[in-house]
């Protein structure tokens, strides 16, 4: 299973940025998808995730300001990020939850991190 992010940049406080991040894995269904990020000094946390039929959630630093959406078709997990500040700065990782065919085994995959720098 490889999980390829993308999207990150630099973004003044206030305005908005959009991640995405794709999963693939032959013989692999993928159930939740999330993010977490990880700011310099500081401990990686929980930002949201999205259930395989479309239940999100949110940590509460990020609720009514982050938004995420999944494409099953395509294995990809959104995260539309507003009202940015420069608390938000990050880098954001990625997650997908993915399940091996005729197994009931769940493994946890992580994508390589992408930087959000919010400047003030």
């Known amino acids: 299973v490889q999980l390829q992010a993308s999207g990150g940049g630099l973004v003044q406080a206030g305005g908005s940025l959009r991640l995405s991040c794709a999963a693939s894995g032959s013989g692999f269904s993928f159930n939740n998808m999330g993010w977490y990020r990880q700011a310099p000094g500081k401990q990686r946390e929980f930002v949201t995730f999205?259930?395989?039929?479309?239940?999100?959630k949110y940590a509460d630093s990020v609720q009514g300001r982050f938004s995420i959406s999944r494409d099953n078709a395509k294995n990809t997990v959104y995260l539309q990020m507003n009202t940015l500040n420069a608390e938000d700065t990050a880098v954001y990782y990625c997650y997908a939850e993915a399940v091996r065919s005729n197994s009931q085994a769940t493994f946890r995959y992580w994508g390589q991190g992408t930087q959000v720098t919010v400047s003030s």
């Open positions: 999205i259930s395989s039929g479309g239940t999100p």
